[in-house]
């Protein structure tokens, strides 16, 4: 039953002592690099069988030193463990791309001496709110991911990341605090911090009391997987960061959030599944933040509010609290963590190839850079949930329990769902066509243009210009008054930051996109294909994975049993 | 439970005086009030680990006289992680301040922009590239403003 309980604490160990030794070489990156890419090799294999003996043979439990009932617990069940792959596999590609943007002499964007250990460190505190049954350790598990992404979204320590990383710090703080009022409670109620013990323990308190923690908890949760309205940190610090450290961030914490929300609402409170309200705040995250991604003029800050936007969707599972929508959920989070990693990776790749991922100086890259066309159109399809790709089974998977469910609130869930998906589709269009099918010189043309209205050349073929309450709109596109001044900016400095356009033509842009930055992307998009093929297999697994959760037993009995051992 | 109200009400003291402060726009009193918020909290798992008692580990008690030592052990974690955070904030505060030369938390990009646009919105069209039938639209007290 338990015979692969040695394996659990490996992926937590091996990135701590990989973090330590690549500190320790700091002085040589190579050496760096080398056990970097060793340890998240040697995780994605541990993580693949973890999956595969919770798959055959039930949860595996591992006591922590040995203290039965009293040590701190690690609990590979099937959820955890495929989180636990998909994250394994999302750390290594994004390791590889960054090794690929260091050797490009991009050193100041990911410095190997800082970088190395401190993204170990996070992926160490991953894998360990994922492998983590107990409250507590669960706590010091968001601490490490937190205090490595503090450091990642600060690198370099300019004006930007400063600013975007003190709004991040204060508000990931302030969470914190709330789980250890969490954790304060419970303890205080049920006299232990256990996942499996609280469970048990929770049945017999007064409903009150355990609605309580619940909120508490699930406020908590809520801040770190950005659901609205404690969403509203994440658009605003994370586009700052780095590319490769943005990627991760999108595609591991917020998920992070979100595993802890579905093992807590089933772990803990079967009896409660406060549907009403988790279905409300999906709602409002998929609108809200799919309205927020239209508004955007940058691509970064777009897929940031996409982000937010179809967190909307796994609380919508969750919410729904019917096997169905738990599997269809755990797919979705399967599929999401994938494809927004790609798809940061991807705007990385724009950023050093055209120098910009404002849509203002972007044009033509369909034409100029086919490989970048591709690499961006699969994973936005994907993303906006085009038949047949994962995006698409998983929002049907999803949409598919709302309507079992039958309710006017599911029901309204549904059309909702349906409407994001479709925005999502504009937004990524619009993108599409403004940054990938315009040539460079129409999109220098407008540029001009918005900065200079009365001028005299205006050719016949320009689209019609409207100015509107303080935005323009150009054919059916609207820019807002900032990028207007931006666009000003432009052309008023000549020693300003120039669009594509200019930059073509002064031949300033760099020669070709290192094979280690463009690799990996294509894997990820590939695994994220992948997903695609491999859906039936998948969303089996999803489905014996939600039966496990709204059962209880196994998780319960395998950790009962791994401390009678 | 017996509950020790002394505990319970310094801990509300310091919780609320922490969430004051963290509401500051100046970073250090975030620091400040975070370093309240997490005393206050780390006294509430005391309250929480029941009445005092004999130490758990040192010497001979009987168990039934010893205090509960998880709650110790949780507060200890707590507080070095406390401890990591401060520097950290720190750290930023003196960077914010090298770059800005002031430290306050600023507006978050959004917020800026809609409050320009609201401005301008109120002040004056002089900007509009071509006037267009949209602008019909607008309330009599809109183009008053202009």
């Known amino acids: 039953m338990n015979e692969y309980a040695g394996l659990v604490p490996i992926p937590v160990l091996l990135p701590l002592l990989g973090s330590g030794a690549a500190l320790m070489m700091s002085r040589w990156p190579k050496a760096q690099r080398t056990v970097s890419v060793v340890v998240l090799t040697a995780v994605v294999v541990v993580a693949a069988v973890l999956l595969w003996a919770a798959d055959q043979q039930g949860p595996q439990v591992l006591w922590l030193g040995g203290w039965r009932d009293l040590g701190i617990a690690l609990v590979a069940d099937r959820l955890a463990a495929l989180m636990l792959l998909v994250s394994a596999i999302v750390t290594l590609a994004v390791l590889l791309y960054s090794l690929g943007q260091g050797m490009t002499g991009d050193e100041a964007e990911t410095p190997v001496s800082i970088y190395h250990p401190t993204f170990l460190t996070l992926v160490a505190g991953v894998a360990n709110a994922f492998l983590a049954g107990d409250l507590f350790n669960l706590f010091v598990s968001f601490e490490m991911l937190l205090f490595a992404s503090y450091v990642l979204l600060t690198l370099g320590g300019t004006s930007a990341r400063v600013r975007a990383g003190t709004i991040y710090v204060v508000v990931n703080v302030l969470s914190s605090m709330l789980f250890l009022v969490a954790i304060a409670t419970t303890y205080a109620a049920v006299g232990t911090l256990n996942l499996a013990q609280v469970a048990v323990r929770f049945d017999e308190l007064p409903p009150s009391t355990s609605l309580m923690i619940q909120l508490l908890l699930l406020t908590t949760f809520a801040i770190k997987a950005a659901v609205f309205p404690l969403s509203l940190w994440l658009p605003d610090s994370y586009p700052t960061a780095p590319a490769p450290v943005t990627a991760v961030f999108a595609g591991l914490l917020t998920k992070v959030g979100v595993y802890a929300i579905i093992r807590v609402q089933t772990l803990l409170f079967p009896e409660s599944p406060l549907s009403g309200l988790l279905l409300w705040a999906a709602l409002a995250t998929m609108l809200i933040g799919i309205l927020g991604a239209i508004a955007q003029s940058d691509i970064k800050r777009m897929l940031s509010f996409t982000l937010v936007s179809h967190i909307g969707y796994m609380i919508l599972g969750i919410g729904l609290a019917t096997e169905a929508g738990l599997s269809g959920a755990i797919f979705y989070v399967a599929h999401h963590i994938t494809i927004q990693t790609a798809l940061f990776l991807v705007v990385g790749l724009i950023e050093r190839r055209a120098g910009s991922t404002a849509l203002l100086r972007l044009g033509g890259l369909a034409r100029l850079f086919p490989l970048l066309g591709v690499l961006f159109f699969v994973p936005a399809m994907n993303l906006a949930g085009i038949p047949p790709m994962s995006g698409f089974i998983g929002k049907v998977g999803l949409l598919q329990a709302g309507l079992d469910e039958g309710t006017w609130l599911a029901l309204l869930l549904v059309a909702g769902g349906t409407l994001t998906s479709l925005l999502t589709l504009y937004a990524v269009a619009k993108t599409w066509a403004l940054a990938f099918w315009r040539s460079p010189e129409q999109a220098h043309e407008m540029a001009r243009l918005l900065s200079d209205p009365e001028a005299d050349d205006v050719p016949d073929a320009a689209p019609p210009m409207v100015a509107h309450r303080g935005h323009v709109h150009v054919g059916a596109v609207a820019f807002g008054r900032d990028d207007v001044s931006a666009a000003r900016e432009v052309h008023d400095n000549d020693s300003g930051e120039r669009d594509l356009h200019q930059k073509l033509q002064a031949g300033s842009l760099p020669d070709r996109l290192p094979w280690l930055m463009t690799w990996p992307t294509a894997g990820l998009i590939g695994v994220s294909l992948a997903l695609t093929v491999l859906a039936g297999p998948l969303y089996g697994y999803t489905d014996r994975a939600a039966a496990d959760l709204t059962s209880r037993t196994p998780y319960l009995t395998a950790v009962e049993q791994g401390a009678g051992e | ?146």
């Open chain 2, 1 to 146: 439970m017996e509950v020790n109200l002394t505990l319970v009400l310094t801990c509300g003291v310091l919780c609320a005086s922490g969430v004051y402060l963290m509401l500051e726009r100046s970073l250090t009193r975030v620091l400040v009030g975070l370093l309240l918020l997490s005393n206050g909290i780390n006294l509430a798992l005391i309250v929480a680990s029941g009445p005092a008692g004999e130490s758990a580990f040192y010497g001979s008690a009987d168990p039934a006289d010893m205090a509960d030592p998880l709650p110790q052990a949780l507060v200890l974690t707590a507080i070095v992680i406390t401890l990591g955070t401060v520097a950290f904030v720190l750290a930023m505060a003196h960077r914010s301040w090298q770059l800005n030369e002031h430290d306050d938390v600023q507006d978050d990009v959004e917020d800026a922009a809609i409050r320009r646009l609201a401005i301008s919105d109120a002040t004056s069209d002089s900007h509009s590239l071509t006037t267009s039938g949209d602008d019909d639209a607008e309330t009599p007290g809109e183009e008053d403003g202009s």
